[in-house]
T-cell receptor, first 115, second 114 residues
Framework: AQTVTQSQPEMSVQEAETVTLSCTYDTSESNYYLFWYKQPPSRQMILVIR??????QNATENRFSVNFQKAAKSFSLKISDSQLGDTAMYFCAFMKTSGTYKYIFGTGTRLKVLA | NAGVTQTPKFQVLKTGQSMTLQCAQD?????MYWYRQDPGMGLRLIYY???????DKGEVPNGYNVSRLNKREFSLRLESAAPSQTSVYFCASSEWQTTNYGYTFGSGTRLTVV
């Protein structure tokens, strides 16, 4: 069975600085997707970024980028130039591409951006 | 606006009462999911429906039932609510061909069982 671990329950960062959220996972699958979702205080879940396991290039979306280390089963999220609106809960998720496209979520990291 | 609509947004139940959480999507997605979110535990899958007419258990199905009424609607029923079912419930949908496996989530239902 797949597992996803987020070892940092809470983090804080000063506005305009860079922060990295860690995520590790365990799987025997070779083909899968990894995701980061953001949940602001509004409770809405928002897709931040996705990574396909067969792609070696790390995904980037504006100020958000990932460091995907397939051999180490590590998938960290880097937020550059942090903004107050980045304050949220961040969830890492795993999905294998065979089957019914179910996500396995980590327990989340609560990020607070300080003014 | 296109998306996933969940009702109600908040609900308080007494132990033993029943209720149905409604979910509807207007994006023509095949797959729909129900998750519960508890502090320190992330989101856990209750039930899912890979396509219209099919439903399957997820990680935590006990105490729940689901109905995929049609392609748009996927409801979650609590037959006899228990305090352990106090949680925030999310419905989601996806269609790998158009969303590249990304989920669209509803805004959640905060359920309290007293």
């Amino acid at each position: 069975a797949q597992t996803v671990t987020q070892s940092q329950p809470e983090m804080s960062v000063q506005e305009a600085e860079t922060v990295t959220l860690s995520c590790t996972y365990d799987t025997s699958e070779s083909n899968y997707y990894l995701f980061w979702y953001k949940q602001p205080p509004s409770r809405q879940m928002i897709l931040v970024i996705r990574q396909e396991a067969y792609k070696q290039q790390n995904a980037t979306e504006n100020r958000f980028s990932v460091n995907f280390q397939k051999a180490a089963k590590s998938f960290s999220l880097k937020i550059s130039d942090s903004q107050l609106g980045d304050t949220a809960m961040y969830f890492c998720a795993f999905m294998k591409t065979s089957g019914t496209y179910k996500y396995i979520f980590g327990t989340g990291t609560r990020l607070k951006v300080l003014a | 606006n296109a998306g996933v609509t969940q009702t109600p947004k908040f609900q308080v139940l007494k132990t033993g009462q029943s209720m149905t959480l409604q979910c509807a999507q207007d994006m023509n997605h095949n797959s729909m999911y129900w998750y519960r979110q508890d502090p320190g535990m992330g989101l856990r899958l209750i039930y899912y429906s890979a396509s219209e007419g099919t439903t399957d258990k997820g990680e935590v199905p006990n105490g729940y039932n689901v109905s995929r009424l049609n392609k748009r609607e996927f409801s979650l029923r609590l037959e006899s609510a228990a305090p352990s079912q106090t949680s925030v419930y999310f419905c989601a949908s996806s269609e790998w061909q158009t969303t590249n496996y990304g989920y669209t989530f509803g805004s959640g239902t905060r359920l309290t069982v007293v």
